[in-house]
T-cell receptor, first 115, second 113 residues
């Protein structure tokens, strides 16, 4: 089955700096790659996603890049703010066309933005 | 707020007992996914239902079962509970139609004593 590796496990940055989290996946059939932000005591919140027919997607301070050949994708957060502090998860999914889109998650990255 | 609701928020029970976790998907979503989150295993897919039918199974124990009702809400039943079943259980919903986005509920924290 699919395996997703995520690095680093912890990341500490100064407010205003950029943060980059990287993930690799094993199954070349994966075609959907979401990123989730989880704050303490809450459920994962979808913040951005990318599909395999796109190389890059941006939404304000957040961007995601995908390299299908190397089977890796990354989350970039620019101008970080203290409220960006949370655990971030990458995930991969194979759209089988049969309404089955289970997500395989990385282990998570604890991002701390220091004021 | 994702629009997905889960009850109860917290559940404390004893080993050997049975519990039921409930999930209501976002309006219009036909797919419900259940995930377990623990410190050692991370977020793991358990099972998916689409419009009342089971569509996929992940690392779900035989002691666990789920169903989706005609009104599309779903229940996850956990029986013969063990200490190791203590975890956060999340429900996510999605349209399930060529659309992969999944929106997570707030979760149920299960503690087995």
């Amino acid at each position: 089955g699919e395996n997703v590796e995520q690095h680093p496990s912890t990341l500490s940055v100064q407010e205003g700096d950029s943060a980059v989290i990287k993930c690799t996946y094993s199954d070349s059939a994966s075609n959907y790659f979401p990123w989730y932000k989880q704050e303490l005591g809450k459920g994962p919140q979808l913040i951005i996603d990318i599909r395999s027919n796109v190389g890059e997607k941006k939404d304000q301070r957040i961007a995601v890049t995908l390299n299908k050949t190397a089977k890796h994708f990354s989350l970039h957060i620019t101008e970080t703010q203290p409220e960006d502090s949370a655990v971030y998860f990458c995930a991969a999914s194979i759209g089988s066309g049969g309404s089955n889109y289970k997500l395989t998650f990385g282990k998570g990255t604890l991002l701390t933005v220091n004021p | 707020d994702s629009g997905v609701t889960q009850t109860p928020k917290h559940l404390i029970t004893a080993t050997g007992q049975r519990v039921t976790l409930r999930c209501s998907p976002r309006s219009g979503d036909l797919s419900v996914y259940w995930y377990q989150q623990s410190l050692d295993q991370g977020l793991q897919f358990l099972i998916q239902y689409y419009n009342g039918e089971e569509r996929a199974k992940g690392n779900i124990l035989e002691r666990f079962s789920a169903q989706q009702f005609p009104d599309l809400h779903s229940e996850l039943n956990l029986s013969s509970l063990e200490l190791g079943d203590s975890a956060l259980y999340f429900c996510a919903s999605g349209t399930g139609r060529n659309h992969n986005e999944q929106f997570f509920g707030p979760g149920t924290r299960l503690t087995v004593l």
